[in-house]
Nanobody, 123 residues
Framework: QVQVAESGGGLVSPGGSLRLSCLVS????????MGWFRQAPGNERKFVAA????????YYSQSIQGRFTISRDNDKNSVYLQMNNLEPEDTGVYFC????????????????WGQGTQVTVSS
């Protein structure tokens, strides 16, 4: 059974940084493209970033472009999201997901999610 476990969230001031981690078990992780999504209060879940199984190719939503960096460590079955220059609009629950394929960033295509990790950006 595939499981994901997100961690690393917290409360941070505007302009601060956080690094989220996601540990994946029960899958052939090194062959899986991975993504990060987030859900702000009262809003739908939205795509944030994706990384190819090769670890070299990635893409991002426009709202976080240049501030967030996705990476992975296939030896540790983990994917990361480094978030810099955080803004209050980045507040939400962040989820990682095994993508159906590298370009599939539509949250509605996925039925099963982990518990996520809460990120709150506030002064």
């Amino acid at each position: 059974q595939v499981q994901v476990a997100e961690s690393g969230g917290g409360l941070v001031s505007p302009g601060g940084s956080l690094r989220l981690s996601c540990l994946v078990s029960g899958s052939s992780f090194r062959f899986d493209p991975m993504g990060w999504f987030r859900q702000a209060p009262g809003n739908e879940r939205k795509f944030v970033a994706a990384i190819h199984e090769n670890g070299r190719n990635s893409y991002y939503s426009q709202s976080i472009q240049g501030r967030f960096t996705i990476s992975r460590d296939n030896d540790k079955n983990s994917v990361y999201l480094q978030m810099n220059n955080l803004e209050p609009e980045d507040t939400g629950v962040y989820f990682c997901q095994i993508l159906n394929y590298f370009g599939d960033s539509e949250p509605l295509h996925y039925d099963h999610w982990g518990q996520g990790t809460q990120v709150t950006v506030s002064s």
